[in-house]
Nanobody, 124 residues
Framework: QVQLVESGGGLVQAGGSLRLSCATSGRTASDYAMGWFRQAPGMEREFVAV????????HYAESVKGRFTISRENAKNTLYLQMNNLKPEDTAVYYCAASKYAIPTMEFDNYDNWGQGTQVTVSS
């Protein structure tokens, strides 16, 4: 089991930036990839970004490419999501998640541990 706690959400104007953090504890961090998902009101949870242990393989949703950066600081057991040039359509609850596998995956069903979520609201 992996315990995940997100922080860093908030209200920001369009064009602004936020950095989300996800503190992890539990099983050995090198055993699994980690990702960020988001869920807007009335919408299904969607993939945002994923990284493997070494950050050699990182993948992003098309909607956030060039604006968001996923990273992890393994010594601190922390995952980050740097979000720049935020848009109102980025408004959602953001969740970090630990995959069942070491290889990065964008598939929701491949994640078995989830944080409680942090709200990001972008005003126009």
């Amino acid at each position: 089991q992996v315990q995940l706690v997100e922080s860093g959400g908030g209200l920001v104007q369009a064009g602004g930036s936020l950095r989300l953090s996800c503190a992890t504890s539990g099983r050995t961090a090198s055993d699994y990839a980690m990702g960020w998902f988001r869920q807007a009101p009335g919408m299904e949870r969607e993939f945002v970004a994923v990284t493997d242990w070494t950050m050699t393989n990182r993948h992003y949703a098309e909607s956030v490419k060039g604006r968001f950066t996923i990273s992890r600081e393994n010594a601190k057991n922390t995952l980050y999501l740097q979000m720049n040039n935020l848009k109102p359509e980025d408004t959602a609850v953001y969740y970090c998640a630990a995959s069942k596998y070491a290889i990065p995956t964008m598939e929701f069903d491949n994640y078995d541990n989830w944080g409680q979520g942090t709200q990001v609201t972008v005003s126009s």
